[in-house]
């Protein structure tokens, strides 16, 4: 069994920063992209920003040069640093990660969702 447990979430005016984070743990024998993901109100899920095992980044568009994401291999864990927040960034977030498990299967899996909720 493998779990997705986040952290961070909540809510803060405008401009202001928040820090997720999302430990993956259970029977994990390797860990590939991790990566993560927001959902608005009556939007789809869209991707805001991954990161592979050797650390190459990507960003949405509409995050680049506020958002950081990272990851910590040793511990299974994925972060995303939220600067200069704006009312658009108001969505449900998840983890998402791309993990062998110790049968040698591989899934992916994802988290259970923190809100974030940027007021203006």
């Known amino acids: 069994q493998v779990q997705l447990v986040e952290s961070g979430g909540g809510l803060v005016q405008a401009g202001g920063s928040l820090r997720l984070s999302c430990a993956a743990a259970?029977?994990?024998?390797?860990?590939?992209?991790m990566a993560w993901f927001r959902q608005a109100p009556g939007k789809q899920r869209e991707l805001v920003a991954s990161?592979?095992?050797?650390?190459?980044?990507a960003y949405a568009d509409s995050v680049k040069g506020r958002f950081t994401i990272s990851r910590d291999n040793a511990n299974n864990t994925v972060y995303l640093q939220m600067n200069s927040l704006k009312p658009e960034d108001t969505a449900v977030y998840y983890c998402?990660?791309?993990?062998?498990?110790?049968?040698?299967?591989?899934?992916?899996?994802w988290g259970q969702g923190t809100q974030v909720t940027v007021s203006s």
């Open positions: 259970g029977s994990i024998h390797g860990i590939n992209n």
């Open positions: 990161i592979t095992r050797g650390r190459s980044i």
């Open positions: 998402n990660a791309e993990i062998r498990t110790y049968s040698k299967s591989w899934g992916t899996y």
